[in-house]
């Protein structure tokens, strides 16, 4: 069974740009939802999606958003790049369901943005 | 709100040394706990959680951790480490809302001296 894929893994972007990043869960998979890491803020959420839904976010600025497809694979896409949105990206797909998280969410490596 | 604190960013023991990584939780209702690895430029492991059954639970390469209600604390160990064991944990609670929201503490890096 594949595991949590994200694509691309590194990215250099410039200071105001876009970027789009993907993750395509486990087969079977409904819910994905996205972290932020950096070294002074740690892990931190960014939203959920359920059944092409966004089901819980995080507290991040407008800039931050995402989107699911039938096939529950994601994007989530930052505008108007900031040198602080420097981080690594990671998606992680569950099988849960409903219920708050009690099954195990899978982790993709990350993709690793650098925002000059 | 719920929220997790990891004592230590920084663990160092000696190979063969006993592990002990440790994590409390604030939670307003029962809680459900996770343990993560992460190696270097990789993504998150999960190495075991807890789901209200047993309160002593075991996962892979050896770790466990016990759930303490009275302590509020979900502390990881290992009786032996190995030089594999080298890497960033960190310790998760499932958000009380719906959804798979997990809350990480700021993580520890184990260093294991030969």
């Known amino acids: 069974k594949a595991g949590v894929t994200q694509t691309p893994r590194y990215l250099i972007k410039t200071r105001g740009q876009q970027v789009t990043l993907s993750c395509s869960p486990i087969?079977?998979?409904?819910?994905v939802s996205w972290y932020q890491q950096t070294p002074g803020q740690g892990l931190q959420f960014l939203f959920e999606?359920?059944?092409?839904?966004?089901?819980n976010k995080g507290n991040f600025p407008g800039r931050f958003s995402g989107r699911q497809f039938s096939n529950s694979r994601s994007e989530m896409n930052v505008s108007t790049l900031e040198l602080g949105d420097s981080a690594l990206y990671l998606c992680?797909?569950?099988?849960?369901?409903?219920?708050?998280?009690?099954?195990?969410?899978?982790f993709g490596q990350g993709t690793r943005l650098t925002v000059v | 709100a719920q929220s997790v604190t990891q004592l230590g960013s920084h663990v160092s023991v000696s190979e063969g040394a006993l592990v002990l990584l440790r994590c409390n939780y604030s939670?307003?209702?029962?809680?459900?706990l996770f343990w993560y690895v992460q190696y270097p430029n990789q993504g998150l492991q999960l190495l075991l959680k807890?789901?209200?059954?047993?309160?002593l639970v075991k996962g892979i390469n050896g770790f466990e951790a016990e759930f303490k209600k009275s302590e509020t604390s979900f502390h990881l160990t290992k009786p032996s480490a190995h030089m594999s064991d080298a890497a960033e944990y960190f310790c998760?609670?499932?958000?009380?809302?719906?959804?798979?929201?997990?809350?990480f503490g700021q993580g520890t890096e184990l260093s294991v001296k030969p």
């Open positions: 992680a797909s569950s099988s849960g369901t409903g219920i708050r998280m009690n099954t195990e969410a899978f």
């Open positions: 087969s079977g998979h409904r819910s």
């Open positions: 999606y359920f059944s092409e839904t966004q089901r």
């Open positions: 939670s307003s209702v029962p809680p459900y």
């Open positions: 807890y789901t209200s059954a047993a309160t």
């Open positions: 998760a609670v499932s958000d009380q809302r719906q959804g798979g929201k997990l809350i």
